[in-house]
Nanobody, 117 residues
Framework: QVQLVESGGGLVQPGGSLRLSCAAS????????MSWYRQAPAKERELVAV????????KYADSVKGRFTISRDNAKNTVYLQMKSLKTEDTAVYYC??????????WGQGTQVTVSS
């Protein structure tokens, strides 16, 4: 029943911006910490950003700090990832995730972000 549906990916030039969205359902969105991960070709899945339940609580991977912003709209059950100053190495499939203590993580199907000239 837990569903996470990412959207907003696409092709963008280096230095450009994209805003990813993740629509969540099947659980109490406002009571759960949400995360964004990404997986590039031939690489393991990498944690990109975390937004905790506590207001204002956010963490970012060093590689995206200062360029990416995670946010959430609890009224819409949606978590966002605003990506700016995109680099070629940001190319990956981006996933949103919720990690339940009793049943592990749940993932969306991902959305492709391609940064290329």
């Amino acid at each position: 029943q837990v569903q996470l549906v990412e959207s907003g990916g696409g092709l963008v030039q280096p230095g450009g911006s994209l805003r990813l969205s993740c629509a969540a359902s099947g659980f109490t969105f406002s009571a759960n910490t949400m995360s964004w991960y990404r997986q590039a070709p031939a690489k393991e899945r990498e944690l990109v950003a975390v937004i905790i339940i506590t207001v204002g609580g956010k963490k970012y991977a060093d590689s995206v700090k200062g360029r990416f912003t995670i946010s959430r709209d609890n009224a819409k059950n949606t978590v966002y990832l605003q990506m700016k100053s995109l680099k070629t190495e940001d190319t990956a499939v981006y996933y949103c995730s919720v990690d339940f203590a009793d049943r592990g993580a749940r993932w969306g199907q991902g959305t492709q972000v391609t940064v290329s000239s």
